[in-house]
């Protein structure tokens, strides 16, 4: 008896992004981020540095209007002068990282309103690129696990993981791996930036150990305590990175002691800089503190703490 053939299968490639004409346009809030600690612990072999850091969200927040699309492309607009619209704005690498999970047709259009300053060291570039992540996540209904998010978010920069979350979180490695923490209370942040901005790989790149020595590791248990106890306890914190930047950069050096000499209970520069911020426990004072900042021209804001990095609406 002659046998006949099955029919072939057909292999139908998975495109959620082919849904993406339909959908409504998304409000997305990505939050700003400050290093309330930052240590260095060694230079790695694939030329990053190895840090451990105590990272923590504020209400300081860029807005974006994120319409996905299916037709491959990505346009971003932004008012704010210096800011990128192009394939250099993370935004635009966030997409093209989501095609691996939401198809080749992915594009966007995105209208960018900026708050946090560029080059300061306070994360709205990654926050922007998290915020993407996780409206395309939920908008095209891909549920994809955490690690996954946190493996594409860790493709487009060592905080992006992070603002995925929010929050108070240790971060280690290149900064990629987040652990969450006891969250920080009763804060009220002046934050504070110069008209400087400072690259991030210049700072790296003249990091000397003779400097920032060999730390030891976070004791979680014990951070946590000491977040708790805040603010009747004082934060016994450092950034190892205002070594490399204070002396090259008098500008920043000269805010952070004009924090210091406000008495706050706490004051540091953010990631590698250039902002500076206090932490004061009362919020008239901290508004009071940033006034006289804001009226010599510089950017000044007071904030608090956020449970939060991406909000989405």
């Known amino acids: 008896m002659r046998r006949v053939a099955a029919p072939a299968r057909v292999h139908r490639v998975r495109d959620p992004a082919a849904r993406a004409s339909v959908l409504a346009p998304l409000e ?24 451990e850091t105590i990272l923590q969200s504020i209400d300081l927040a860029d807005r974006m209007r994120v319409e996905l699309t299916s037709d491959a492309k990505i346009e971003i607009t932004c008012a704010t002068p210096g800011i990128p619209t192009d394939a250099a704005n993370l935004c635009h690498r966030a997409i093209l990282a ?38 395309v996540d939920r908008a095209l209904a891909l549920e994809l696990p955490t690690k996954r998010l946190e493996k594409i978010a860790a493709s487009l920069g060592s905080d992006v993981p992070f603002m995925l979350h929010g929050g108070t979180m240790v971060g280690r490695g290149r900064g990629e791996i987040v652990t969450p923490l006891v969250p920080l209370k009763g804060a009220f942040f002046v ?43 004082p934060l016994p914190f450092r950034n190892a990175l205002e070594e490399v930047v ?29 902002a500076v911020f206090a932490i004061f426990d009362r919020e008239a004072r901290a508004n009071e503190v940033a006034e006289r900042f804001s009226v010599r021209g510089l950017f000044a804001s007071v904030a608090k703490p956020a449970k939060q990095a991406v909000d989405i609406r």
Do not use: Q
């Open 28 to 51: 997305v809030v990505t939050r700003a981020k400050v290093n309330l600690s930052l240590e260095v612990i060694r230079r790695r072999p694939d030329g990053y540095h190895e840090i």
């Open 98 to 135: 989501m095609r691996a999970v939401a198809g080749r047709s992915l594009g966007a259009r995105i209208v960018l309103e900026k708050h946090i300053p560029a080059g300061a060291g306070l994360g709205g570039g990654s926050s922007n690129a998290a915020g993407i992540v996780r409206a």
């Open 191 to 233: 934050v504070v930036k110069p008209e400087v901005s400072i690259p991030t790989v210049w700072v790296y790149s003249n990091l000397s150990f003779r400097l920032t020595g060999h730390r030891p590791r976070l004791n979680l248990r014990a951070v946590s305590a000491v977040l708790a106890r805040f603010p009747k306890a």
């Open 246 to 274: 204070f002396p090259a950069y008098p500008s920043v050096a000269k805010l952070w002691e004009e924090l210091v000499s406000e008495r706050p209970c706490f004051a540091s520069m953010t990631g590698s800089g250039s």
